[in-house]
């Protein structure tokens, strides 16, 4: 479903950064036991392959945040039925929210996707995928619940002067402009809080990093 979000009927500058900004939600339904299970399995996998890096501003550099830089989730070797069914999911839900802005060419879409995993008493700190001096380049980013439990994710409006609390429910997929900051509140579940994270770039030039493409972490999105 896609909203959009408004904060009042001001007469706006045409020259001006207009604050209001749109949301789409849609949710799946899954077994996020066993999900919970392969994503915490490939964890240890992928934080033994790569190093601490960047990450991106979530204040998380040695997890699996901080190694997103290394891989694609869309392009594990083995993915499990769960990530498969999350995978289709995310196409799906891509393809709907496009049309819904009457964008038909698909045909050169690419996509960075990762995952986060957080423990007792850890966060994701506020950030946004693009500044908005890249403003102009933004297009999309997602968010999917694998396994959460009293969590919300926060996003705040361009003007910073509003916040849209979303919360966290299980198989629930989240798409938002990439400029937009985000981040979520303290985890105090017991189990581990799982979700997925991607950007999503409307041609290849767009998508900045060489070595991103060349390392594959950025690959074509087909629809």
Not at 118 to 141: A, P, Q, T
Request: with cysteine; net charge positive.
């Amino acid at each position: 479903m896609l909203q959009r979000i408004k904060y009042g009927s001001e007469l706006i500058s045409p020259l001006g950064l207009n604050k209001d900004y749109w949301f789409w939600k849609s949710k799946l339904i899954f077994d996020h036991k066993k999900a919970t299970k392969f994503f915490l399995k490939t964890e240890k996998q992928l934080k033994k392959k790569y190093p601490p890096g960047y990450d991106g501003g979530t204040n998380l550099d040695d997890s699996i945040t901080g190694r997103y830089t290394f891989f694609n989730l869309f392009s594990l070797p083995k993915p499990s039925k769960e990530l498969t069914l999350i995978k289709n999911f995310i196409k799906s839900n891509v393809k709907q929210l496009l049309l819904k802005f009457n964008i038909t060419d698909l045909s050169d879409l690419w996509i960075m996707c990762w995952y986060n995993v957080l423990r007792k008493g850890e966060c994701i700190s506020e950030h946004s995928h693009f500044n908005l001096g890249n403003g102009h380049k933004s297009f999309v980013s997602g968010h999917f619940c694998v396994n959460c439990s009293n969590t919300s994710t926060f996003y705040r409006d361009i003007g910073e002067t509003h916040i849209l609390k979303v919360k966290n429910e299980i198989g629930q997929l989240s798409f938002f402009p990439s400029f937009i900051k985000h981040y979520s509140d303290k985890h105090e579940g017991e189990q581990p809080r799982i979700t997925i994270a991607c950007d999503i770039y409307f041609k290849k030039e767009l998508t900045g990093s060489k070595k991103f493409l060349e390392n594959k972490t950025v690959i074509p999105l087909k629809l």
